[in-house]
């Protein structure tokens, strides 16, 4: 089992930066496949951006692309997801995610993801 504790949401500007936490405990999550989802009032939990496991690929979604960037630290076993230049469409609730996996390629779709955080809001007034 692998619990997964979301932190470093809030209330912000646009145009500001966040970083958003993902610990994990349970499992060392080095071999995990590790992502970031979000779910906007109402509306269906999209990828913000998946990491491979060990050295593998990291894809970012369309709407993140060089504003955002995940890291992972294995000895603090800890994901994180630094947001830059947020803007008024990123307001949402960010998931974290982690399923075990050893594929090159990083799983994409909510349903591939076996372990999930509760949760963090991001607000960002325009």
């Known amino acids: 089992q692998v619990q997964l504790v979301e932190s470093g949401g809030g209330l912000v500007q646009a145009g500001v930066s966040l970083r958003l936490s993902c610990a994990a405990s349970?499992?060392?999550?080095?071999?995990?496949?590790m992502a970031w989802f979000r779910q906007p009032p109402g509306k269906e939990r999209d990828l913000v951006v998946a990491?491979?496991?060990?050295?593998?690929?990291?894809y970012y979604g369309d709407s993140v692309k060089g504003r955002f960037t995940i890291s992972r630290d294995n000895a603090k076993n800890t994901v994180y997801l630094q947001m830059n230049s947020l803007k008024p469409e990123d307001t949402a609730v960010y998931y974290c995610a982690a399923t075990p996996s050893v594929t090159l390629f990083p799983p994409r779709g909510p349903r591939e993801y076996e372990y999930w955080g509760q949760g963090t809001q991001v607000t960002v007034s325009s």
């Open positions: 349970g499992r060392t999550i080095s071999g995990y496949a």
């Open positions: 990491m491979a496991g060990g050295n593998g690929f990291i």
